[in-house]
C-alpha cells in the first residue's frame, strides 16, 4: 500500500508499504557480519552466533545443542572463522516524501544485498520503495524519524508526464504557464534569496489555478529547464 511519511504512524510497525520519493543522501555502504562462526579451541566445534549489535558478540558457551562441548565462553576461546561467517551488504539511505515542497518528511531507509548501491542522490531522481516499517533502533535514524524502511525492493520511478495532450492546451493554459514563468521571474528578481511555491501559490490562487495544476506545471517547468530549484527549496527562473 502506498503510503505518505507524514502519515507513519506506531500501528504501521511491521506493515509493508510503498513509498515513492526522493533520495535525499546515500550513505558508503558497510559489510556486516550476519551470523558469524567460532571455532572453540577445546573442542574444536563450530558455533554459530546470530549478530544484531554493532559489537561482535562470541558464544556465551560452546553449545551442545550445536554439537559443541558445552564449555562456558570464560573456561575456551572462540575464533572467528570469516569464510564459514555469513555476511550482508548494508546501505543507509534518507528518502524524502517530495522534492518540491520544503521541509518534507523523511524516512531512513536500509539497502541490504542486491538493493545495495541501486539508488542515487541526484536531485530529482525518484524511487518507488517497497519494504516493512521498522523501529529505529539506533540513535542517528532516531533523531531523525523513529521508524525506518527495510526495503525489500526498489524501482526507479518518474513523475507521470503532467496531463497536458495537445488537445486540451488552450491559450488559456498557455496563458498559465506562461504567467506563473513571469510571476517566478518577477518574483524572483523581488527577493534575491528565491522564492517558494507557496508564493507562486499565493500569487497563482487569484486567478484560480488549482494547487495540483500548479504543482504538475512547476515539474514541467523544471523539466524543460525553465525554471530551477534551489538547494533550500526555493525556485528560480532561468
Ligand atoms: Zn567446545
Do not use: W
Amino acid at each position: 500500500m502506498e503510503v505518505n511519511i507524514y502519515n507513519l504512524r506506531g500501528s504501521d510497525v511491521g506493515r509493508t508499504v510503498t513509498i515513492t520519493g526522493g533520495v535525499k543522501k546515500v550513505e558508503v555502504p558497510i559489510l556486516k557480519i550476519q551470523n558469524a562462526a567460532f571455532k572453540c579451541i577445546r573442542c574444536g566445534s563450530i558455533i554459530k552466533e546470530l549478530q544484531e549489535g554493532k559489537k561482535l558478540c562470541t558464544p556465551f558457551a560452546c553449545y551442545k545443542e550445536q554439537g559443541g562441548c558445552g564449555k562456558s565462553q570464560a573456561s575456551t576461546k572462540f575464533q572467528l572463522l570469516e569464510k564459514e561467517s555469513k555476511f550482508i551488504d548494508t546501505q543507509k539511505i534518507e528518502i524524502e516524501q517530495s522534492s518540491i515542497e520544503i521541509h518534507s518528511p523523511r524516512i531512513i531507509a536500509i539497502l541490504t544485498n542486491e538493493l545495495v548501491g541501486n539508488v542515487s542522490s541526484e536531485t530529482e531522481s525518484m524511487y518507488k520503495f517497497e519494504g516493512v516499517i521498522r523501529v529505529g533502533k539506533d540513535k542517528a535514524s532516531s533523531r531523525i524519524f523513529p521508524f525506518y524502511l527495510e526495503v525489500t525492493n526498489v524501482a526507479p520511478f518518474s513523475m507521470p508526464e503532467p496531463t497536458i495532450d495537445i488537445d486540451s492546451i488552450t491559450p488559456s493554459l498557455i496563458h498559465k504557464r506562461q504567467s506563473i514563468i513571469e510571476i517566478i521571474k518577477k518574483l524572483s528578481h523581488e527577493h534575491a534569496e528565491g522564492i517558494t511555491i507557496e508564493d507562486i501559490m499565493t500569487h497563482l490562487k487569484q486567478q484560480g489555478v488549482e494547487r495540483d495544476y500548479i504543482e504538475k506545471l512547476i515539474v514541467n517547468l523544471k523539466r524543460d529547464g525553465k525554471i530551477y530549484e534551489r538547494k533550500n527549496g526555493t525556485m528560480s527562473s532561468c
